[in-house]
């Protein structure tokens, strides 16, 4: 990788979250051509919109069984973005090492693009696409932000302890070693950081509650160890929660060695679909961004994209916004209409509501009938 460094432009910086595309190289399942679109007219839409100064792809990104076919899927993934000579980055995910193409050779193709920042820093190190990125002052060389990616990898060796893998102790350790060098060269003071990676940490667990009783329709079954209870977002949380967070059950120290290192003030995570609320945890932001495709799972209209931006005057302050679908007014061409306008919970309460109703109805019809029979008896 060796491209120009990425820079803030009139005091901002602007990163535009693509999380889980799922994108496939079979274009002859259902509603396939319809789905693409959908996809196409959301990131184009977005990138008009939002003008981001760079867009991360949080991992689920591409499959196909060849080097060929993934290369097709690479361009049909990027073509929004590069389009508009837009630079991007990625994160790998759990299921881009489920198709034939190595993450190695896929790094390598995302690289045929010019606008790839793509790179992997230590091959010494577990996983694929762990780096950095700094970027620079709009008028001087002076670093002002920093951006890492890790690889959260794949599916826990051992599955009692846990469903997910984690970030391994030799990437935690390449992590703090990096930090430290990137603080002494910047006079001792670390350089604020967001940090990219697919799978969530734990610690998001840490912006949820257990649900009260009546908030049943409203709350999301946690996962692995946390699935016994009921789960909503804290109050102080903004955004949605759709499902419980897909996190490794075993805590890895990563988010200890943010705090210890206190470089890292915002953590951004895909793997869940529906998720796209953002909190913070010990001053740290811990936020996802949902699905921006229609081909994996998803809660109707509301794939959309996080747009983060960072004033250069304030870099350790985050502002971050969902955009969803919806949102921009776009008209879906492969979900039903139904799916189109209700969907997920809103579309569980909806049936409540009507079964409440038939009941309701139910009731006045027999009381109706009882008192014409009362009347009859007259
Ligand atoms: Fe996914
Ligand atoms: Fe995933």
């Known amino acids: 990788m060796n491209r120009e460094p990425l820079r803030f432009k009139n005091g ?52 196909a ?63 694929c696409g762990n780096y950095n990125l700094l970027i620079k002052a709009s008028k001087s060389d ?26 391994h102790q030799d990437q935690i350790d390449w992590y703090r070693k990096t930090a430290l060098e990137l603080k002494e060269k910047n ?26 009783p009546y908030e049943r329709l409203d709350s999301v079954p946690g996962h692995g160890k946390w699935s016994n209870k009921n789960y909503v977002l804290k109050e102080t949380v903004e955004g949605y929660l759709g499902e419980g967070p897909c996190t490794p059950c075993v805590n890895s120290g990563q988010f200890a060695a943010w705090k210890e290192i206190g470089d890292v003030i915002g953590a951004f995570f895909g793997h869940d679909h529906m998720n796209d609320f953002a909190g913070y945890v010990d001053g740290i932001m811990l936020a996802q961004s949902k699905t921006a495709g229609f081909r994996p799972y ?27 679908f919806k949102d921009f007014g776009l008209k879906s061409k492969s979900l039903s209409p139904y799916m189109q306008n209700v969907s997920d919970r809103q579309d569980l309460k909806l049936k409540v509501a009507g079964a409440l109703l038939g009941s309701v109805a139910a009731v006045a019809t027999t009381a109706v009938a009882v008192n014409k029979v009362s009347k009859n008896k007259k």
């Not at 508009?84 to 193409?101: M, Q, S, T, Y």
């Not at 998803?298 to 994209?305: H, N």
């Not at 004033?311 to 985050?318: A, G, L, Q, R, V």
């Open 12 to 63: 901002k910086f602007k990163i535009m979250l693509i999380g889980d595309l799922h994108e496939k190289y079979d274009m002859h399942t259902e509603k396939a051509a319809e789905k693409v679109e959908d996809m196409h007219a959301l990131l184009t839409k977005a990138v008009e919109q939002l003008n981001p100064d760079l867009a991360v792809y949080l991992g689920d990104n591409a499959w």
């Open 65 to 127: 069984d060849d080097k060929m076919r993934m290369r097709s899927v690479i361009s049909r993934i990027l073509y929004p973005v590069s389009v508009k000579d837009i630079p991007f980055a990625l994160v790998f995910g759990n299921h881009d090492r489920e198709c034939g193409v190595s993450l190695e050779e896929q790094t390598r193709l995302y690289n045929e693009h010019d606008n790839c920042y793509l790179y992997n820093a230590d091959d010494s190190i577990t996983g």
């Open 142 to 167: 002076d670093n002002v932000l920093n951006l890492w990616f890790m690889d959260s990898n794949n599916l826990a060796e051992n599955r009692e302890l846990s469903k997910y893998d984690w970030v």
């Open 187 to 212: 006079g001792g003071k670390v350089i604020p950081a967001l940090h990219f990676q697919h799978i969530p940490v734990p610690e998001e667990y840490e912006l949820l509650r257990e649900a009260k």
């Open 298 to 324: 998803t809660d109707g209209c509301r794939s959309g994209v996080r747009l983060i931006t960072i004033d250069e005057n304030t870099p350790e302050n985050i502002h971050t916004k969902m955009y969803h």
